[in-house]
């Protein structure tokens, strides 16, 4: 079964430096990944995905995530870290059920605080 | 481009109650899926539906359970309420090609509270 691992509960960072949130990935076949963000009380939004092609893929909000197949990581970045980008972080994968169907095996979530 | 919305945004009801939550999907996207959200549990596939048709179901029980409609907006519903059902539940749509990765976009949920 798909998977993805979330190591980091927490990340924390201050204002204007760069920042890193951890994504470890278990898949067989070809690794389609994404991230998600999620403020308080709202829904999921789309961050960016990797399908296939360049290793560094870049997103909305100024985020970027790395693939690295070597060590089955998709590790979400940001050069400059803003107050406004404190929220919950999800990393997910495309599993394909038998019915060609494409559902999302989701992480356990990454809260990201960024301090002024 | 309107996103994709859900009715209501928050609902407290007690043990045993049904209740039915409403989905509208993009315009043209044809897939809706269900997730539940909780702090124990995390984010959990709850069914999708397609061109009115259940194509897959998670591993929840038959309390729960949906539809969607020729328009493409999706309900789903769950009967005899449980403390444990008090979550968040997110609907997702994608459009549906052959052989692309699509993406699911997401709503802002209906929080759901069984007292």
């Known amino acids: 079964a798909q998977s993805v691992a979330q190591p980091e509960d927490q990340v924390n960072v201050a204002e204007g430096n760069p920042l890193t949130v951890k994504c470890t990935y278990s898949?067989?076949?070809?690794?389609?990944l994404f991230w998600y963000v999620q403020y308080p009380n709202r829904g999921l939004q789309f961050l960016l995905k990797?399908?296939?092609?360049?290793?560094l893929v870049k997103g909305s909000y100024g985020f970027e995530a790395e693939f690295n197949k070597s060590q089955t990581s998709f590790h979400l970045k940001k050069p400059s870290a803003l107050v406004s980008d404190s929220a919950l972080y999800f990393c997910?994968?495309?599993?394909?059920?038998?019915?060609?169907?494409?559902?999302?095996?989701f992480g356990t979530g990454t809260r990201l605080l960024v301090s002024p | 481009k309107a996103g994709v919305t859900q009715t209501p945004r928050y609902l407290i009801k007690t043990r045993g109650q049904q209740v039915t939550l409403s989905c509208s999907p993009i315009?043209?996207?044809?897939?809706v899926s269900w997730y539940q959200q909780t702090p124990g549990q995390g984010l959990q596939f709850l069914f999708e539906?397609?061109?009115?048709?259940?194509?897959n179901k998670g591993n929840f029980p038959g309390r729960f359970s949906g539809r969607q409609f020729s328009n493409s907006r999706s309900e789903m519903n769950v009967s005899t309420l449980e403390l444990g059902d008090s979550a968040l539940y997110l609907c997702?749509?994608?459009?549906?090609?052959?052989?692309?990765?699509?993406?699911?976009?997401f709503g802002p949920g209906t929080r759901l509270l069984v007292l």
């Open positions: 997702a749509s994608s459009l549906v090609s052959s052989g692309s990765v699509e993406t699911q976009y």
């Open positions: 898949v067989s076949g070809n690794p389609y």
């Open positions: 990797y399908i296939t092609g360049d290793n």
């Open positions: 997910a994968v495309r599993d394909i059920l038998n019915t060609g169907f494409q559902k999302l095996v």
């Open positions: 315009s043209g996207h044809r897939s």
């Open positions: 539906y397609f061109s009115e048709t259940q194509r």
